[in-house]
């Protein structure tokens, strides 16, 4: 176990952890949605302090949004975020996972040499060091996340799904839900890339029908 590995194994959960936000059950969607964007949280517990009927996650906002809503109430061109960042799939796995705490984002768009996007890597795929490529020849590595040599390309599963500009709002979330996805790229008419849509960009949706 090396440096990086003691210093995190010693932080205690409770150095890290969130208070619970409690909300009634007679909450409305839009005001989970607000509330979960205000708070930068991605759950909310249904009671209160003595009693905790539940767990609401914004993966069950997008389910709401996606089951009751008809189509035509958004494109995802309404809600795309243009703003992404990118790194190329050599970039070392920390330095990218800098890049993406200093502009506060939780994906990051793998490009290969050609400066084409290819995949996208998460927050998630920092969380668990053994889900790498099979290609990769530190799959069964206990320390993975720490390894210097370690490159954004060797950790990223998720592979780059994409819809055209046009997409209807409910397709695209249809499809984050069935691929049990956070991101899915936005393309223009010639194929490139526009934005990046997430769960957090349809939540802002879900908001404005407050």
């Given at each position: 176990m090396n440096k990086n590995d003691?210093?995190?194994?010693?932080?205690?959960?409770?150095?890290?952890m969130h208070d619970i936000i409690f909300i009634d059950e007679?909450?409305?969607?839009?005001?989970?949605?607000?509330?979960m964007l205000e708070k930068k949280i991605s759950s909310l517990a249904i009671g209160n302090?003595?009693?905790i009927q539940g767990i609401f996650t914004k993966t069950d906002l997008l389910q709401?949004?996606?089951?009751?809503?008809?189509?035509?109430?958004?494109?995802v061109d309404d809600y795309t975020n243009r703003n992404y960042l990118s790194v190329d799939s050599e970039v070392n796995a920390m330095l990218a996972l800098d890049?993406?705490?200093?502009h506060n984002v939780t994906?990051?768009?793998?490009q290969d040499s050609d400066k084409i996007p290819k995949r996208i890597a998460t927050l998630g795929n920092f969380m668990n060091p053994l889900m790498v490529n099979d290609s990769s020849n530190l799959k069964n590595s206990g320390n993975l996340i720490f390894d210097e040599t370690l490159t954004i390309g060797d950790i990223m599963i998720t592979g780059f799904l994409t819809v055209p500009i046009?997409?209807?709002l409910k397709i695209a979330c249809k499809t984050l839900l069935e691929s049990h996805i956070d991101g899915i790229g936005i393309t223009r008419n010639d194929n490139t890339l526009a934005g990046v849509l997430s769960k957090t960009d349809i939540?802002?949706?879900?908001e404005s029908m407050n």
């Open positions: 003691e210093e995190v194994s010693n932080i205690p959960v409770t150095e890290i007679n909450i409305t969607m839009p005001k989970c949605a607000q509330i302090k003595e009693c709401y949004y996606e089951y009751h809503l008809s189509q035509g109430h958004r494109k890049e993406m705490i200093i994906r990051v768009i793998v046009g997409t209807d939540m802002h949706a879900i």
